[in-house]
């Protein structure tokens, strides 16, 4: 009986330590938790060495707010701007909350940005760059997706005007087709 009794009692011991699950698994976030977002301007990068990375705090499923950094990694091209920092507030316009801070939105923005003007001329008709520093108020029209795993595509257009008359155009265009991560 106490051999019956023990093998049996080994026997419960053993299919529990056999039977045991490791009790540590990685819970899965989801998107509309992830309050985090950075970016890249994926056509300013290809076409002309121009770095425009972005990162957004998601405040809650219909707005958010973040912002910009341009870096013109070649002087020699006619970009209006070498650099810029730009701080925006989006509000976002979708019915499905599934992901949240997702789809049309309407971005307000100021931009503080320098760069050279190049149509200034001297007496012997060689172009001179003259620096300039500008600041700009304006809005931006976009759609952003984004799936469960936490990429986001964006396409944005916007325009500012320009407030201190530094730069030789009245206004700025902002815009870009932008690849990211929401963590």
């Known amino acids: 009986m106490k051999k019956i009794l023990v093998l049996s009692m080994l026997a419960i011991f ?4 056999s039977l045991a699950q490791e009790t540590t698994s990685k819970e899965v976030v989801p998107t509309l938790e992830k309050k ?3 970016r890249l ?3 300013k990068l290809l076409s002309g060495s121009i770095v425009e990375g972005v990162y957004e705090y998601v405040q809650n499923s219909n707005t958010g707010f973040g912002a ?3 870096i013109n990694l070649n002087p020699d091209n006619e970009y209006l701007e070498d ?7 989006r ?3 979708q019915t499905k909350e599934d992901y949240g801070a997702k789809g049309f939105f309407v971005e307000g923005f100021t931009s503080f940005f320098g760069g050279k003007n190049y149509n200034n001329f001297e007496f012997n008709n060689n172009q001179k760059d003259e620096d300039f520093f500008d600041i700009s108020v304006g809005l931006g029209l976009g759609k ?3 799936n469960s795993s936490g990429f986001v595509f964006e396409a944005k257009f916007g325009g500012g005007r320009n407030l201190l008359n530094g730069s030789e155009l009245d206004f700025i265009l902002k815009g870009d087709l932008y690849i990211g991560y929401r963590f």
Do not use: D, N, Q
Request: one cysteine or more; glycine letters at 4%; hydrophobic letters at 50%.
């Open 41 to 43: 301007g994926a056509i």
């Open 14 to 17: 053993c299919s529990t330590i």
């Open 83 to 89: 650099y810029s920092i730009t701080p925006f507030y």
């Open 68 to 70: 910009a950094l341009l």
């Open 36 to 38: 985090h977002e950075v």
């Open 144 to 146: 952003k997706w984004i």
């Open 91 to 93: 509000m976002y316009f």
